[in-house]
């Protein structure tokens, strides 16, 4: 089965800094998903990637695709405290049926 | 246009008792997942139903979960006979279809089992 791994675990940074995160698959990645969780709430849509070496951007937030390392990152530029909370990255199976998720990143931004 | 709904958002259950978990999909959407989030543990997918249909229950225990999405009405996940093991946060996605199409999540319902 698939597994995806996100690093880091936990991330704190100051107000204005620049941020990455990763996700690597262990298979081949057809699909990848970020999402954000706020704490004991559900998941926010953030981007959806599908073709190798895509690369898309939603204000603040860029994330790329890299199929042959089979890797995704997360990007944030000048970081706000609203920023804070879990990223997630998911990767669907191929069947589009299900997701798989990785274990999260939680992010601090300290104004 | 009202995104994925799921009630209740929290949920206090006896050991032995039932639990009923409702989503409504987004309208529009006709393909409902189940995902269960076990305390610090990721997010794991139970089931994925198109109306009135289990289309892939892998990741479904084996014995008192059950899962259904009638022609009318919203997606229900029920479990029966609880256990403390079973707390946790259930969330419900919903898409327009199962082929690439992004999944949206509704706030999750927060069972505690006492």
């Known amino acids: 089965s698939q597994e995806l791994e996100q690093s880091p675990q936990s991330l704190i940074v100051q107000e204005g800094k620049n941020l990455t995160i990763n996700c690597t698959s262990s298979k081949t990645l057809y699909g990848l998903y970020w999402y954000k969780q706020k704490y004991g709430e559900g998941l926010i849509f953030l981007m959806m990637l599908q073709k190798g070496g895509e690369e898309k951007s939603h204000e603040k937030i860029t994330a790329k695709l890299d199929e042959k390392k089979q890797q995704s990152s997360l990007h944030i530029t000048a970081s706000q405290p609203s920023h804070a909370g879990i990223y997630l990255c998911g990767a669907d199976n191929n069947a589009g049926n299900m997701l798989t998720f990785g274990g999260g990143t939680r992010l601090m931004v300290k104004p | 246009n009202a995104g994925v709904m799921q009630n209740p958002r929290h949920l206090v259950r006896r050991r032995g008792q039932e639990a009923r978990l409702r989503c409504s999909p987004m309208?529009?959407?006709?393909?409902v997942y189940w995902y269960r989030q076990l305390p610090e543990e990721g997010l794991k997918f139970m089931v994925y139903?198109?109306?009135?249909?289990?289309?892939?229950e892998s990741g479904m225990p084996k014995e008192r979960f059950s899962a259904e999405f009638p022609k009318e009405g919203p997606s229900i996940l029920r479990i029966q006979q609880v256990v403390r093991g079973d707390s946790a946060a259930y969330f419900c996605a919903s898409s327009t279809n199962s082929q690439g199409n992004e999944q949206y999540f509704g706030p999750g319902t927060r069972l505690t089992v006492t």
């Open positions: 309208k529009g959407h006709s393909h």
């Open positions: 139903l198109q109306k009135e249909n289990i289309i892939d």
